[in-house]
């Protein structure tokens, strides 16, 4: 509440490089915190979950726990950016994968 009450834009799980980062207890409270904010003076204020993300399908439980607890509205870049790093290697294979119907070799199909 804190950096919100500053003018914070956006308040973020962690820097990604802790040994425990981003995680849906600790995210919910303050997505909650987020949205009580919200209520209470009309501004809104973005959400960026960061460590731990390293998948397609991780990245999708964060964006269902957004959309169920902040909205659709709460979806967009504005007010929601994932911080991770090592997801675009995974996001490269889904996409791959959806355009041949095969998984990349790690070595030889997608240059990165």
Known sequence: MVSMM?????IKTSTGKEAV???FPVALV?????RHYMEY?????GFKPAGGIRTAKDCLQWLVLMKE?????WLQPNLFRIG???LLGD???QLFHYCTGKYASSTYDIAM
Do not use: C, P, Q, Y
């Open 91 to 93: 996001i490269e294979r």
């Open 84 to 86: 991770a790093s090592t």
């Open 21 to 23: 980062n981003a995680t």
């Open 69 to 73: 607890e902040l909205g659709v509205e």
């Open 30 to 34: 303050m997505l909650r915190a987020i």
């Open 41 to 45: 003076t009309g501004h809104k204020v």
């Open 6 to 10: 500053a003018g914070s834009d956006f």
